[in-house]
């Protein structure tokens, strides 16, 4: 029997549980298909949300065995409990899954569990996730529109074996069962750096690969290059200009150490030139942090006639509409970057411009951060994409070294950098790099949202003392008048 609704959601994730929850706000029946037991797709059970988890634990455990003396907190021994670790982790991740459900709840939201595909009017199959004899017949549903958000995956490329053993991606690394004695991080972006960062904590020697010449791809290049450093200084040993030529688990020579009886082989060249990249690397574990590709397989867009980017993307227009009348799409399936809060934003707009007439994104607003420590959090152009675009810009920037707060919290490395156009005084781009940078990055945003110069910033009171003055100082910056440098 077929069941009809007025939205069909295809996708749990940031992005599908924000819309089906707009979307019943305003009135509309809606049903959402999602094929993992949990809702919350990604970002919620094996990404965002496990991954910052982690990040705060391994560094209260940190702090606690290294930077607690020069505040006059003496400790003795610290042990580490990682069973304990994970079960705090795995709590954060039930709590917030349950917390969708509630929501689901309120809203009178319908949700199905299995594989949803499109086979045109309107319909979507729902195929039980079991399989055998036993499996029930597929649920048919029918809607007015349907919405595609179905996330992304690891990028995978050739030569790299991952078989969830040695080799691995961050699903694996957010459950390591002992920290691995030699962890080989392949890709320097977000997830590589974070996770990285969580192992090297707790004891494990990081070595990250990466084919560019620098770290973080896409992010301020001045930003990144302090940020290397400064996590090298933690002990992350990079080597950039690198290609992986291949990666694949080995046995153990040493299983005893090993703990599991697999290590992994890498083998590498550098980046622009074939040549070797001298001898293979033997380690315990490999995380494959590359990057993310869109989950757009096996959903039946060949079927309503959408054709894939050669990246794997949907197309759609500023309305998020595909070319198959009544399907629309938003987050990881269409182009731009692959962020939780990207998602929802364009599935609130999407959801709002069929109801009201209007719904729009500024994607020159959308912040992203790094969750290392100290984090890194960007929004905006940066100095090499003004350069390349030949705008005329004005920068400003200030050390935490030089803010009261930071001194106090003894977390001084960094600084905030402010790019303002040169004849209008516009924010066109923030970036920071220090303490708590990811909750300083929403003042900037909402800023550029409302239009702000670096002038306005300056000039607006902000309390001390705080790390937010950074911001203030900073804007100060852009035209030489700042006060404590």
């Not at 199905?112 to 079991?130: D, I, P």
Request: hydrophobic share 40%; net charge neutral; aromatic share 4%.
């Amino acid at each position: 029997m077929e069941q009809s609704f007025d939205l069909i959601v295809i996708g749990a994730g940031p992005g599908g549980y924000v819309a089906a929850i707009r979307a019943a706000q305003l009135g509309l029946k809606v049903a959402v298909v999602e094929k993992e037991s949990a809702l919350g797709g990604t970002c919620l059970r094996i990404g965002c949300i496990p991954s910052k988890a982690l990040l705060e634990a391994s560094e209260r455990y940190h702090q606690a065995k290294h930077g607690m003396a020069r505040f006059g907190v003496k400790i003795g021994a610290v042990d580490l409990d990682l069973p304990a670790m994970m079960s705090h982790k795995d709590m954060v991740v039930k709590a917030n899954t349950k917390g969708i459900e509630g929501l689901f709840k309120k809203g009178k939201i319908t949700r199905f569990q299995g594989h949803g595909k499109l086979v045109g009017n309107g319909r979507v199959t729902v195929t039980s996730a079991r399989t055998g004899e036993s499996s029930p017949a597929p649920e048919s549903l029918k809607a007015e529109r349907i919405l595609i958000a179905t996330g992304s995956k690891t990028a995978m490329v050739p030569g790299i074996e991952v078989d969830g053993l040695a080799v691995g991606t961050s699903t694996e690394a957010l459950s390591y069962t002992q920290p691995p004695g030699h962890l080989v991080v392949i890709g320097a972006g977000a997830i590589g750096l974070e996770l990285g960062s969580v192992w090297s904590r707790l004891g494990s020697r990081v070595t990250v690969l990466e084919f560019l010449d620098r770290i973080l791809p896409g992010m301020d290049r001045e930003i990144a290059a302090e940020a290397q450093k400064i996590l090298a200084k933690q002990g992350l040993e990079f080597r950039l200009g690198t290609r992986v030529k291949s990666a694949r688990t080995i046995a153990a020579s040493a299983p005893e150490q090993a703990g599991v009886g697999t290590q992994a082989r890498v083998e590498t060249t550098q980046a622009r030139v074939e040549i070797e990249g001298g001898e293979p690397i033997v380690c315990d574990k490999v995380l494959v942090a590359i990057g993310r590709a869109p989950n757009t397989e096996n959903l039946g867009l060949e079927i309503v006639g959408i054709q894939t980017d050669p990246r794997g993307r949907i197309p759609v227009d500023s309305a998020f509409a595909t070319s198959a009348p009544g399907v629309y799409a938003i987050g990881d399936v269409i182009a731009g970057p692959m962020l939780a809060h990207k998602a929802e934003e364009e599935a609130v707009a999407c959801v709002e411009r069929w109801l009201t007439g209007y719904g729009h994104v500024n994607y020159d607003a959308i912040p992203g951060v790094v969750y290392t420590h100290p984090e890194i959090a960007s929004v905006g152009k940066t100095e090499e994409e003004l350069q390349a675009a030949s705008i005329a810009y004005k920068k400003g920037s200030f050390p935490f070294l030089a803010n009261g707060r930071a001194r106090a919290l003894a977390e001084t490395e960094g600084r905030v950098k402010i790019l303002a156009d040169a004849a209008t005084d516009r924010i066109l781009g923030v970036h920071i790099l220090g303490p708590r940078a990811g909750d300083l990055i929403a003042e900037a945003v909402a800023a550029m949202e409302f239009g702000a110069s670096s002038e306005d910033l300056a000039r607006t009171c902000h309390a001390h003392p705080t790390l937010a003055e950074t911001l203030k100082e900073a804007a100060l910056g852009v035209h030489g008048r700042s006060i404590h440098i």
